[in-house]
């Protein structure tokens, strides 16, 4: 097959092309490396602003005093619990409400639809919310953050979407004059053929879970139930407090070394907290593009 000579219009817009998401890369990368250098880095290094391309005087000082932390552990072991339950559950109620919707012969699934949707828009409030979880007894514990967040409406409608441009009508006729139930062709059929979309919604909902704050920190008084993003804010405000007292002890020896560890947990936090996200996401690349371009674009 004879190649096509690309024209010197096309090899100047490729050149500008190159440069420009370069550039557009490295302001994205950047930021990304410069914290984890930071973290390894002198912590008077990095607040004298010597810490730019590479790490100064390394050291693993903030790791260490950061690894040693117990409560650490438990934020980990409360959080993969939060994640690991949360997400079942979202990823449960998400397919069976998504699927029965994305279905023509559903009587009133336009209205149902529509429901979910106002639900976007309009809700009781954080006040009516708390008031609702403390009298349900859910207020202080762990079933809270994970159903609390049951079912995203965004993430239910990119699934539904998925569904209708990707399970054809004539499947479902053929299914059904070999005798097969709705179930059946849901569990042995619909979700073989839906691992795209099931892994972008362990994505987001995974990030969700992983990442949640706000709800612990509203529902969640109890140190041993709390999250990891609650336990890492929690550490690094207390090494800044612990500095404020000593300043009004007089104590300029303890002040730049609490200082210094603060510097230090500061960036060690950002990789603690999101190393395992970044390591899951690696697992369902794959099927993310694939998922998130048919579920949102098509239809």
């Given at each position: 097959m004879k190649k096509i000579k690309a024209s010197m219009q096309d090899r100047v817009f490729n050149v500008c092309n190159?440069?420009?998401l370069s550039f557009l890369l490295l302001i994205v990368l950047y930021p990304l490396y410069f914290v984890v250098i930071a973290s390894i880095s002198n912590p008077d290094a990095?607040?004298?602003?010597?810490?730019?391309?590479?790490p100064v005087q390394p050291t693993l000082e903030g790791y260490t005093k950061l690894l040693q932390e117990s409560?650490?552990?438990?934020?980990?072991?409360?959080?993969i619990?939060?994640?690991v339950f949360g997400t079942s559950l979202n990823l449960i109620l998400t397919l069976l409400t998504a699927y029965p919707l994305?279905?023509?012969?559903?009587?009133?699934?336009?209205i149902i639809l529509a429901y979910f949707v106002f639900t976007m828009f309009f809700n009781g409030g954080l006040i009516a919310t708390f008031i609702l979880v403390r009298g349900l007894g859910l207020y202080n514990t762990p079933i809270v953050l994970v159903i609390l967040s049951g079912l995203n409406v965004y993430n239910l409608i990119v699934t539904r979407t998925f569904f209708r441009n990707t399970i054809?009508?004539?499947l479902l006729d053929a299914a059904f004059m070999d005798g097969c139930s709705n179930w059946k062709f849901f569990i042995r059929i619909v979700l073989p053929l839906s691992k795209a979309i099931i892994a972008v919604m362990i994505v987001f909902y995974g990030v969700f879970h992983w990442n949640q704050y706000f709800n612990a920190l509203?529902?969640?008084?109890?140190?041993?139930?709390?999250p990891l993003q609650m336990v890492l804010r929690s550490i690094l405000i207390q090494n800044t407090m612990v500095g404020r007292q000593v300043v009004d002890e007089n104590m300029m020896r303890e002040i730049m070394d609490q200082e210094r560890y603060a510097e230090l947990i500061k960036y060690g936090v950002i990789i603690v907290s999101s190393l395992p996200v970044l390591v899951l996401y690696q697992f369902a690349q794959k099927y993310f593009v694939k998922g998130?371009?048919?579920g949102s674009i098509k239809g």
């Open positions: 190159t440069i420009i990095v607040n004298a602003s010597k810490v730019i391309f590479y409560r650490l552990w438990i934020g980990y072991r409360n959080t619990l939060y994640a994305s279905r023509d012969d559903l009587k009133g699934g336009n054809p009508k004539e509203i529902f969640i008084s109890d140190r041993n139930l709390q998130v371009m048919i």
